[in-house]
């Protein structure tokens, strides 16, 4: 029986421990510079990282967002590159991942079964507000 069993990421990928540590480790590192970066642009406030899912050869990396409207978007793409840099400074990795910013599709799922969920808990006859 394999001992891995409670190591899967949530998004599948590679079910290794140093890839969760490195997605934890660039977590870590990312929300406290786009804490940072949230001061100067105000386009990246109220963005909160779910998780981070790095490819196998550590070459490119996933960073979900809670949401990611088209102007949060738009300054992380403009501000990838320094975001980047933070965590060549910040890490010891042989090579720094090329950032990917997405919405979380999980909190989308999450949202639309929420909705369908108020729906039946809704007395007959009665309009959503």
Do not use: C, W
Not at 41 to 63: K, Q
């Amino acid at each position: 029986m394999s001992e891995r069993h409670g190591s899967f990421p949530a998004r599948g990928g590679a079910p290794f421990a140093r890839a969760l540590r490195v997605n934890q480790v660039l977590r870590q590192v990312l929300a406290e510079e786009l804490e940072r970066l949230a001061d100067a642009d105000e386009r990246l406030r109220l963005l909160t990282i779910t998780s981070i899912e790095t490819a196998a050869d550590l070459r490119t990396a996933t960073v979900y967002l809670d949401s990611l409207n088209e102007e949060a978007a738009e300054a992380l793409e403009e501000r990838r590159l320094q975001l980047q840099s933070s965590v060549a400074r910040q890490v010891r990795m042989k090579r720094t991942p090329r950032l990917r910013f997405v919405a979380d599709p999980a909190v989308s799922a999450g949202e639309a079964v929420e909705t369908v969920l108020r729906r039946l808990n809704r007395p007959p006859g009665r309009e959503e507000r």
